[in-house]
Structure formats: C-alpha cells, structure tokens
C-alpha cells in the first residue's frame, strides 16, 4: 500500500506540473485555460489517468477547509494545528471553541471585493480531463487494463461531482461549465451565467451516475481510493441535502422561482420552468434519488460491532466502532467506504490527535450531551430514565448511548497505552479556565472521535491516524430520513436501518418507545435541529434528526444539515453552555483557578454563576467579545455573498455591476465590505 500511494502521488505531481507549464490565466471564472499548446502526450495510459486524478483528491500538506482552490476536494487532517474536516462541527450546537463564527452576528459578515468560493480552478481541470479521455475511452484509445482505465474516467466524474457539491451548499445557484472555454470574453461572460440550484443538483447527480457505471470497488490502492459505493453515498448524500434545502428553504428567495428570488431578474432564467413541473415534484424526485442511492448501499454493507468496551489497556479486547476512526489502516471495516491514508515515511502525517490530546481549546457542548438518549432509550428529562446528571462530567456517561460513552474523554480516562511506559491520565479539573489553543478544553466535555490509543500518533507531526470519508451508517440515516419524509411514515427497510444504528450504539431498538415520550419544547432548549423555519418539528422526524446528531457526532456534518434544514431562524441570542463547572465540580480545582466576576474582566478565567451553572464559553469577558450576548441569525447568512470582483469582471464596460450576467444571493449586496440588507 505504501509503496502504491508514494508512486501515484509522485506521478500525479509530476503530470500537474507539466500541465501547469502550458496554461495560462483568466479572471472571468478564475479558471485556468490551456494555451494554444496541447500536453497530447499526457493522458493516453492508466497510469496517467491513475495520477492526474489523484491530484484532484486533494493534497495532504496542504488542503484546507477554508481555502477558494481546495475546499472542495476531498477532505483531510491537515495543517500545523491539526486542524480537520471534524472541527466543522465547531460554532454549532454539537461543539465549540472560546468563540463563535461571524455568521452568527448580522453585520459583521461582509461582502468581499475579491476571492470566495466563486472559483473554477479545479472545475477547469477536470473539465480538461474529462474532455480529454472520455472520447478517448469511447474510441478505445486508452491504454491499460480496461477495468481500471473505466475506473479513473469515472474518478474524474466524481471529483467534478465533488467540486460542485460544495459549491452547492455555499452558493447556491451556479454556472454548470462542463468543458474548457477559450480566453475570449463573450463566451466566459456567457459561461457565468448562474443555473438555478435543482439543475446544479440534477448535474452533480448526472455525473455520479456516470462515475457509478465506469467505477468499481476494488481498486488499486483499495479504500483510499474512490470506489463505486463512495459515488452512491455521494450521490444520496446531495439528494438529500437538495430535497430538504428545497422543502425548508420553499417560500423563501432562497429556491428558484421562491418570492424575490433574483435569478428571475436575468432574462435567462425570468422565465424558468422546474423539469418536474413545479418544486413540489423536485423534493420528490430527490427524495426518490436519496432512497435508492442509499439503500444500495445500507443493503450491501453491515455496521462494526461495538462490544461496549472502553479500552485502558491492550490486554481489553479492540472495540471495531472505536477503531474504526481511531486506526491507520481502516480498510478491513466493511462499514468503511472510503479514507485518507498518512504515512509518516511520506512526509504525510498530520497533528490531529496531538491536539485533541491536549484539548486544543474545543469540546462537545452541554446542549450535545443533553441530547443523547439513555441506554433504555430514554431522553434524560424523562421521570425515571436513569441520568445519573450532570455534576460531574464521568456521571453524563451513565447508562447512556454508547457514542457518547466512546467518543466523548472524560477525567481520568486514559490518553493512550500502546507505546508509552507509564500511560497518562485526562485530568481530573478538566483545563476549562485556559485560553490557550493547545493545553485547554473550551466546555470540559473532550472531543474523543478518531482519538488513537497509540501514544506515537500523539507525538507532533507523527500522526498517521485515517480519516474516514464515508461509511454505510451515513447511508442508513439517509434512507431514514429521506423516506419518512417522502412516505411520512418508518417502511420496513428505515425499520430496518434505524434498529440496527440503535443497537450497535447500545440504545434499546424500539425507537416508538422514545418517540411516544418526546417533549419538542424540552429538545428545542438543546437542539437546533428540532426546528425547521423557525417552528418546531414532529417528535419522529425530529428522532431521525436526532439518531443522524449522535451517529455522525464528531464527524463534521452537523452546520451542513442545520442549513439544509433551516434550523437556524430561531436562534436570537442563544447561549452554548458547557460542563457544570459551579456545581460540584469547582471543588476538584485549586483556589484562585476559577475566576468569574472580577474588577478588571481580563482575570476571568470562566464565566459567572450569576449567568448559569455551566460554563459559557463566549460570556467570559464582554468587552471586544462579538458573541458575549449569544448567537443570532440572518436569513441571508444560509448562502454566501458573492464577492464584487466577480460581477465587475463580467459587465459590459467593466463597472456597472447590475449588467454582469451574474446575480447576488438573497439579502446581499454588491458592495464590497457591506453586510445583508
């Protein structure tokens, strides 16, 4: 494997190289087109096929989450702060750091003059690719195994898929461009022309069918490279996520045709028609797309066992749900679809677990642990469920769901055993009044998914723990959702899928039971989730939404499903809380360690007792704090604005932005260091 990885990405660093030497610039769509010289000598084997795709994956040193050119490939852990796609979970009601994100402040998220995700780079390049090998494959010109060259012609496919999808969920409506354009400014105004969202969605779901008829699942390198079930999970992944942004988001500017949505202000889209005939046939037909997507998969592939063991030693036996996110070489998971392989041999480790080893300043909120239910599927405000409570943070894992029993550290568990002499303790005062980035907790309730019990994947820059991509019970949480709300009612293959989740967290499989004892104005204290538009769910759909919260804890999903289910209207000041820390527990801290309420604010450590018995991450100092008084929420803050570069670059005379082919999104507007209207 090591051997197959360091070949394939010294090919495909080489074959990008040589293409970077013959192209040029644009800023119309900020692609990339080639010059007038054509590379013919690239991409006519497998081999090159094999490594310019993997290019596109995304590379280990260097991807980031934040990044125009490279936050729509696939992810990773990457960077010098062992920063990860998990930590998307950070700024939600799942977890947090000592601050919040801009977007939960009206006004002090902009509009940018340049930049954003209104980028086409590697659209560009793979729009050249596959323009290049497809009709090369159809002639039977490529040369190599024929299950494999079919192979990477459909990576090629997927990646694309990919690239759009991300952009879906930022922008919402988008140009689809499918091949290289020529540097010529009439046709790259044209290309900029946006489609509405359904159509980008219809497009990301037509190239996945593509790469699911040429993809298969067993290729060279195995899991780490994509597969044909990674492109059905894909494809019932953005189904889903379509369906329910168009059934929530119905109403609003933000889904074509809605009241003021502003492609109608473009004579190209002024009069737009939805294929199916009108938005309530588009949930259907994404839904539908959603159910069979998924259930291909949840039918062919089981969930790990979890023996419920929580290991301190080596001489416990490995628990397969633990391991499965927390080992270098996930691939003989069959619930494991695809990874991110490091090796340190390879200049590829990362600094994931040396972080959270530490804390690195984030935790899982109390509104988190509020949620999981009780080993006897109990929700923890009901009368006799058996929540040992809260005034310490071990007492929260007491007959409760076991992904919080696993995946949440608490004190005095044990960081790691393999590898290390004396194995050390998480501390028992949980590092709660520290600011700093490394050596802290921000809740005391200890990030633990994908946390290696190997004391070398601790050691900095030596971590070469896997991160999983896609696994089947992501499928099973689909089917579950997709099909209630299509059907409106649990069919037996949802049954099926939610009792087999229910059981391997350890949580009693009759999820009517938790169901009949529900009580939406207790889960709305907690979880966003149990709003969509600003009003309350029903207790079903919102334990669907619960299960996917608790399975998928930790994994980076959750801001995704709170936009596409407009969970965020209802928030106007509210506070993320985390451990009790003015119960009991201040007793395990030495004097003078939590400081609230002091003459000069900058002492604080923690936040006040006069505002609540758990800490607060953002009301420990008010001054030069944007989130001291809690989170809101703008309309206009479900989409990104688009930066003002982009339309100036597309008017007629270079200024009048209200002539650019390209529109704002909903609540934007074109003005550069401005906030929605």
Known sequence: MKKYINNIIIKGIAVSFSFITLIGCNDFLEVEPPSSISPDGYLWSEDQLAAYTIRYYAQYDNYSGTNADKSGMLPSHYGSGGESFFFDDMATDNATTRSSNNRYVPGLWLVGQTGGDWNFTNIYALNYYLQTVVPRLEAGQLTGGETNVKHYVGEGYFLRAHEYFYRLRRLGDFPIVTETLPDEQEALVEASKRQPRNEVARFILSDLDKAISLLNNNPDGGKVRITKNAALLLKARVALFEATWEKYHAGTANVPNGPGWPGATKDYNSNYSFPSGSLDGEIDFFLTEAMDASAQIADALTLVNNNKVIRESSAQPKNEYYDMFASANPSSYPEVIMYRAYDVDLGRAHHYNHYIYHGAQKGYTHQMEQSMLMENGLPVYVANSGYAGDDYIQDTKTDRDWRWQLFMKAPNEIKAFENIETPEKFESAPVIYSSDGKYSTSTGFMLG?????????????????????????????????????????????????????????????????????????????????????????????????????????????????????????????????????????????????????????????????????????????????????????????????????????????????????????????????????
Request: aromatic fraction near 12%; charge should be negative; glycine fraction near 8%.
């Open 449 to 677: 998914k994908g946390y290696s019990h190997d004391y070398n994947n601790q050691v900095l820059g030596k971590d070469v723990t896997a991160a999983v991509l896609f696994r089947a019970a992501e499928a099973y949480l689909i089917y579950m959702e997709a099909s209630y709300l299509k059907n409106g009612n649990i069919d037996g293959k949802a049954d099926g899928y939610w009792k087999a989740l229910r059981n391997r967290a350890g949580v009693d499989p009759d999820y009517n039971k938790t169901i009949s004892v529900t009580d939406m104005t207790q889960e709305a204290l907690n979880d966003w989730g149990a709003y969509s538009k600003g009003v309350l769910v029903d207790p079903t759909l919102y334990n669907i939404r619960r299960e996917r919260r608790s399975e998928l804890i930790g994994e980076g999903f959750r801001y995704n499903d709170l936009l596409r289910w407009r969970a965020m209207d209802q928030l106007n000041g509210f506070q993320i809380e985390g451990c009790k820390i003015w119960g009991p527990m201040q007793n395990d801290y030495a004097d003078g360690v939590l400081l609230a309420d002091q003459s000069d604010e900058k002492l604080n450590t923690v936040s006040s007792p006069s505002l609540s018995e758990y800490q607060r991450p953002y009301q420990i100092v008010k001054s030069n704090n944007n989130f001291y008084n809690g989170l809101f929420f703008h309309d206009a803050h479900y989409l990104e604005p688009i930066a003002v570069q982009h339309f100036l670059i597309t008017a007629p005379d270079g200024s009048s932005v209200d002539q650019s082919p390209i529109y704002q999104n909903p609540g934007w507007p074109i003005v550069a260091g401005s906030g929605p209207q």
